[in-house]
């Protein structure tokens, strides 16, 4: 059973005179094309509702929106035509149809359409390419003057697309007015065909006459479409010129002419139509249909901006690289710049890994982060390359190495704190906005018996500083609809804040090669793409947040030097030892272990203690951490090796890196002090491999590694002001471990806060 | 081990060399970094005073204060002993995959394919069975979207359709299917509720109520299906509870497919909405598994009645056969039959029977006043029961059913809920998919053509369905609004429900089912189907729960036999 549709604005301009006619014929579709002589295309969206309405109500549909996609020159501008073909969609959304009638395109008179044939295809592909992302089929019809006007032609087209959504539209009339023989056309362009318009012509005149009539040979045609059990539509367009028999009739007239005409044709074919009931029962009982969602593209989990946007934007600020740093900058310029229209970026060289920090996720269980990460491709294992900081690690995407970070969050010691060049008071303002919003808690290690046991042993044997640690880690269960599932803070998690403040462009595969710097002041940043495109982006104000290698690294790369730019290179000298306890003297539920003992004028090091899985039957084991204080020194440095260059033409790193005699006393006593720990929580070594062994972990294993850009008052002695910037330059900022002066502790959650007092600096220079 | 000293003595030779920045003198530099002054002018010959500018010029520095890193005469640490992963999933080469014969090979990894796998790794632990996996999709997502800090409501929308594409075939019957090609399929996306199929309603069922019971309560349990999700929510409490009262005592919670518990420090992985990645990781976790993403599945290989393997092609269009004595095939209510078919595995049922519910949204209004305390969320289901063959779902606030702890929930005067309502749609033999062997894909393998349409019962349903709405909603106290152009209540187009199922169905008669009811296909021993295509009937209730649960049993049955015949 095929359906009928027709062109109803043929019968009249009116929709209730063509609704009347086409029920009287049993029609219930409508190929909408134009209302009261406006166009299809050009319906405004109160026009559009309102003809859908009128149609709901009395049971029509809409079979197909019979746009004029594609009846434009083919030298005329398609992208502005594309908007057109954008409009036709919605409306094919809109009226519930998945059917467009497009055209292949006029060919200038005189000149040979093969001239035009790349063009064409490329046209018809990219329109198949749009229907096919937004879910609706075209069919082309064939009509004279268009490329597709011969079969040859049309069915070239079709092949080329080869895509289930372009089909054929076959109008055996317009294949006569084009001088085709529409059955030899028909063979061409028989398995793409979706879609009949069944009007008829002769040869001779070119004159379109009632189905049947003509030279089309419909009864063939039929006898084809019947083998073929085609159940599609069959669209009634009448085309009859009032002239010679017909100068007398109306347009109502003429049209049931043709309706009469096809229908005895169909029924001499054996092929059945649907009937539609009587028009006076509109089938209302149904509830109308759904409009389509509101869509829009939307390829990745986080919005991305693309970078030939970003070179043509100028920004207030540009932040480079989203480790701790740039995110919390990011976020804090969100929230403070809300409604302020002013322009945030932010580029990252790496691509986007994980949405989530990896501990979030229950496929990262039973081992699978540690092997991730393990992954040189992921984590690279810079220090491979660099002899006297062979630990270092670099996570080169978005959300750096907090993707994995295990949240540890404690405070700089005061003795530390001292010494640098922020009021403490201001300190203390920014490390409560940075726990609060890193959801920094204490509880999950404060109420563990296993921590309570243990701080008592170590309180009383003076150890009076020893505390669970602080952890960057959302406790809250799923409550009231919302979602904590992304329980270990990562960057990823100030990045979703940010995003829902306002917008903000964000590039990935985007790294920073150059910083400029114009009249005195930052002017922008030069990114280069895996693809070795380059792209200038202007900013007022560029905060780098490359982490503590990159970071100077892009400053030397571009000529900013500074007496301290890549000097006082700092991390801490880490040990690792394995511990074990008599599980017979502890309780059946123990909590979780977390205890950290800071850092002293007196103790020159900071222990850590934290479960090492699985467990034993017969003893708790769990690692203790040591990190001795290294003070930092002008000659541990980040230097560019000008003879080694990446492939973004950036001079690598090379970096110097040794303790100094202080340094090795911290050590001598850490190990000391890690013996008399021993001792006051009653635990005895566990020999790792055969023997007990305290291990020294390679300089920069411990993503402490900071400094390079250290903040301070002099410029002889430290590469930015108190805020962060450049010392002399206005306008460029670091925000990232890099600034840290000194360290005693794990550097996150200060140089969070930093980063954090940073953007609001910036964001009173923006006002 | 605690009393080794230091080693100071073997200081680094190593010179150190720092270039002078404008303004540095010999100086300078000895008064900034404490050198003796005359050490450092015997060390740079080149430079002519101690103070003049040396901008940019190399200068020696004494070396006898820094010692390097490795001086002391502790041990390094170990590097670490890992065997990486390139993704964070394991994965096998095809190569590889072909040198194996597998006990059990699981085609797809949405709900069916990945409860199948996570049960017979669950059961067979780390015994010496060859379990292997494919899945024709990438991996996109390590968890269900819902948990990624980033997304809302709103984005969520916007990722799915652009992740998803429609399904090719579908139109002009079914223009409202989509499909999910990657690892974990449709389940990184859905939308988590997992009540029960109301199986007193549906007499044929073939599996013994007592024991779909059973693997109900193991479905549930695996899948945290809980209905605490909207606990303490005045929202879902006053409207649960008027329901309740005027008509609708059935009313409940609904039950959702997440563990709502908090996180527990120091442990890895607490995805808090399900997805079929959770028992990936779990069957990861007990035993190794072959997985190939990429990998389509073309044709299912047998031999005198047996399964032998699947033969399939990587994305570059590279064919591999994978030997197997039991293939379980989960690709979908579309790719499973279609697969069958090309493959030669005709039965009179096969791609016949496609079932849907038919689907109806709506928009009510209350007012914030009406809800005292907390708000909270609202989850409510007004199950199918005797005489009423539809289920609706209450949802809301708008925007905020589910979100993100970096959303701030605004508070609004009006609240918007959200109605989905499901119609029972009757299993007919001309609802199906077939091959068009006119159109090919990428792979050789002909498309689907989707046949469907509501029979004069289901539309009767649907129209019920409106007038029912109406009804709750007044019951309730909710206000039906038109508003944005979406009317109050209105019908969303066949297919855009992912409750596809029924063309590879379960049952006892060849003639009207393809698989027997433990999932194994009629006359072809090995071969299973694990995917919603197996279902009967589905009632007017979201079905993944009973694929599951149906999965579940299937590996048992596998499990009894031994992995093979």
């Not at chain 1, 079969?151 to 539209?169: F, T």
């Not at chain 1, 269960?477 to 995003?499: I, N, R």
Request: with cysteine; aromatic share 8%; proline share 7%.
């Amino acid at each position: 059973m095929i359906t009928l549709s027709a062109f109803g604005d043929e019968i009249s301009p009116d929709l209730d005179v063509q609704m009347d006619v086409l029920a009287s014929e049993g029609i219930r579709h409508l190929d909408l094309r134009s209302v009261n002589g406006k166009n299809v295309l050009k319906f405004t969206d109160e026009e559009a509702a309102d003809i859908k309405k009128r149609l709901n109500v009395r049971g029509f549909r809409v079979a197909s929106i019979g746009s004029p996609i594609g009846k434009i020159m083919i030298t005329d501008d398609f992208d502005t035509h594309l908007k057109e073909f954008r409009r036709a969609i919605q409306l094919a959304h809109f009226f519930g149809t998945p059917y467009i009638r497009v055209f292949s395109f006029y060919m200038p008179k005189g000149k040979s359409p093969y001239i035009y044939r790349a063009e064409v295809l490329k046209r018809m592909k990219k329109l198949a390419e749009i229907a096919e992302q937004e879910g609706v089929i075209l069919v082309l019809e064939n009509d004279v003057g268009l490329y597709g006007s011969s079969g040859e032609r049309a069915k070239e087209i079709l092949n080329y697309v080869h895509s289930p959504y372009l089909y054929a539209a076959f109008d055996p009339a317009n294949f006569i007015r084009s001088q085709v023989n529409p059955i030899e056309a028909y063979q061409l362009v028989k398995p793409y065909v979706a879609y009949y318009h069944m009007k008829d012509a002769r040869f001779n005149t070119g004159q379109v006459v009632p189905p049947g009539e003509g030279d089309a040979d419909l009864p063939k045609l039929l006898v084809s479409i019947k083998a073929d059990n085609y159940t599609g539509f069959m669209s009634i367009e009448p085309h009859l010129k009032a002239e010679g028999k017909y100068a007398e009739l109306n347009d109502v007239e003429r049209f049931k002419i043709v309706a009469t005409a096809l229908k005895k044709l169909l029924e001499e074919a054996g092929i059945q139509w649907d009937v539609s009931p009587n028009p006076s029962e509109p089938e209302r009982d149904l509830p109308p249909s759904c409009p389509p969602t509101d869509t829009r593209p939307f390829p990745t989990w986080i919005p991305l901006a693309s970078l030939n946007k970003m070179a043509q934007t100028p920004y207030d600020v540009l932040i480079v690289g989203s480790g701790a740093g740039g995110g919390a900058v990011l976020w804090r310029l969100c929230e403070q710049l809300r409604q302020s229209g002013k322009r945030i970026g932010m580029v990252e060289a790496g691509d986007l890994l994980l949405p989530t920090n990896a501990r979030n996720l229950r496929i990262m269980s039973g081992g699978r982060m540690d092997r991730y990460f393990a992954n040189p491709e992921i984590q690279r294992p810079i220090g491979m390359f660099l002899p006297e900081f062979s630990g270092a690690k670099q996570v080169i995407a978005l959300g750096g190495r907090t993707l994995q970070w295990g949240g540890v969050c404690p405070r700089m010691p005061l003795q530390v704190l001292q010494k640098w060049p922020v009021p403490m008071k201001e300190l203390a303002f920014y490390y409560n906005i940075a726990e609060q919003n890193m959801n920094i808690t204490d509880a999950n290690t404060r109420e563990s018996l296993i921590n309570q046991i243990l701080l008592k042993r170590l309180w009383a044997r003076g150890y009076d500083g020893a505390m669970g640690y602080p952890v960057a880690f959302n406790i809250k269960p799923t409550k009231y609809g919302e979602v904590p599932s992304d329980a270990y803070f990562s960057s990823v998690s100030f990045l979703a804040k940010a995003l829902n403040l306002r917008p903000f462009d964000l590039a990935v595969n985007a790294r920073a090669v150059q910083v400029f710097i114009d009249k005195g002041r930052a002017a922008g940043v030069q990114v280069i793409t895996p693809e070795q495109q380059s792209h200038f982006i202007h900013a007022k104000h560029v905060v780098l947040s490359a982490g503590s290698l990159e970071t100077p690294r892009l400053l030397l790369n571009s000529g900013i030097r500074g007496s301290a730019i890549g000097h006082y290179l700092t991390d801490a000298a880490a040990v690792r030892t394995v511990m074990g306890l008599n599980r017979k003297e502890l309780p059946e539920i123990m909590g979780k272990l977390g205890i950290i003992i800071p850092e002293t004028e007196e103790r020159p090091y900071q222990l850590q203690l934290f479960p090492k899985e699985p467990t034993l039957p017969e003893q708790m084991t769990f690692y203790l951490h040591g990190y001795g204080k290294v003070e930092p020194q002008f000659e541990n440095s980040v230097t560019l090796d000008s003879n080694k260059k990446d492939k973004y033409g950036v001079p690598e790193i090379q970096v110097h890196y040794s303790y100094s005699p202080k340094d090795l006393t911290n050590l001598q006593k850490m190990l000391e002090g890690i013996g008399r720990v021993f001792t006051a929580i009653d635990a005895f070594p566990i020999p790792e491999n055969s023997e007990p062994t305290i291990y020294l972990r390679p300089p920069g294993d411990d993503n402490w590694e900071s400094g390079t850009c250290r903040m301070g008052d002099d410029p002889l002695t430290s590469a930015t002001d108190r805020y962060g910037q450049i010392h002399g330059i206005p306008g460029l900022f670091v925000a990232d471990n890099s600034v840290l002066p000194s360290l005693g502790t794990n550097p996150t959650l200060t140089t969070v806060a930093l980063a954090i007092s940073t953007a609001d600096y910036i964001v009173q220079q923006l006002k | 081990m605690f009393n080794k000293s230091i080693n100071l003595t073997k200081g680094s030779k190593d010179l150190k060399m720092y270039i002078a920045n404008d303004g540095d003198t010999l100086r300078k530099i000895a008064n900034q970094n404490s050198f003796d002054l005359d050490e450092l002018i015997s060390l740079n010959p080149h430079i002519s005073g101690t103070d003049v500018n040396i901008s940019r010029i190399q200068v020696k520095f004494p070396s006898s204060n820094v010692v390097s890193a490795n001086q002391s005469n502790l041990d390094l640490c170990p590097p670490p002993v890992v065997e990486y992963i390139r993704e964070w999933i394991p994965l096998t080469p095809l190569e590889q995959m072909e040198e194996t014969e597998y006990d059990v090979l699981v085609v797809g990894t949405g709900a069916g394919g990945g409860a199948v796998l996570w049960r017979l790794c669950e059961q067979w632990g780390q015994n010496c069975k060859n379990i292997g996996v494919i899945e024709a999709g990438n991996l996109v997502l390590p968890t269900q979207a819902r948990n990624i800090p980033t997304m809302n409501s709103e984005r969520l929308d916007y990722y799915f359709r652009t992740v998803s594409k429609p399904l090719t075939g579908a139109i002009p019957d079914y223009p409202g299917a989509r499909q999910v090609l990657a690892l974990g399929g449709r389940t990184l996306f859905w939308n988590m509720h997992s009540p029960r199929l109301n199986l007193s309603e549906i007499p044929e069922w073939p599996v013994p109520i007592q024991e779909m019971d059973i693997y109900y309560q193991i479905a549930e349990r695996v899948m945290n299906v809980t209905k605490q999700y909207p606990e303490g929510s005045s929202f879902t409490g006053i409207l649960l509870d008027r329901l309740q009262r005027n008509g609708y005592p059935e009313t409940t919670e609904l039950p959702i497919a997440a563990n709502l518990g908090p996180s527990v420090y120091g442990q890895i992985g607490t995805d808090v909405y399900f997805s079929t990645i959770e028992f990936l990781a779990e069957a990861f976790d007990r035993r190794t598994i072959d997985l190939a993403i990429n990998t389509r599945a073309v044709q299912v290989l047998t031999h005198q009645g047996h399964v032998t393997g699947v033969k399939v092609m990587s994305s570059n269009k590279k064919v591999y056969v994978l030997k197997a004595k039991t293939v379980v095939l989960s690709a979908s209510t579309f790719e499973t039959p279609r697969l069958l078919l090309h493959s030669g595995i005709q039965g009179r049922a096969v791609g016949h029977f496609l079932t849907n519910h038919s689907f109806i949204k709506a928009t009510g209004m209350v007012s914030r006043s009406d809800f005292p305390g907390v708000l909270g969320t609202l989850a409510v289901s007004v199950p199918e029961t005797e005489g009423r063959p539809y289920e609706v779902h209450l949802t809301g606030p708008d925007g905020f059913y589910w979100y993100q702890p970096y959303e701030e929930r605004p508070w609004t005067p009006e609240l918007e809920i959200l109605f989905t309502c499901f119609g029972k749609v009757e299993p007919r033999y001309q609802n199906r998919i077939t091959l068009d062997p006119s159109r090919k894909d990428a792979y050789g393998v002909p498309e689907i053509q989707v046949h469907f349409s509501f029979s004069e019962q289901d539309l009767a349903i649907i129209r019920r369905l409106e007038e029912a709405v109406e009804r709750l909603a007044s019951t309730a106290g909710i206000r039906l609004v038109s508003q944005d152009g979406m009317p109050a209540i209105c019908l969303q187009p066949a297919g855009d429900l992912n409750h596809d199922s029924g063309t590879c169905r379960m049952g006892t008669d060849p003639m009207t089912s393809v698989a027997n009811t433990y999932g194994q296909i009629h006359g072809v021993s090995g071969l299973y189907v694990a995917d919603n295509s197996v279902l009967p009937f589905i009632g007017a209730t979201n079905l993944t729960l009973t694929t599951v649960a149906l999965a579940i049993r299937t590996a048992d049955h596998i499990i009894r036999r031994g992995g093979t015949i």
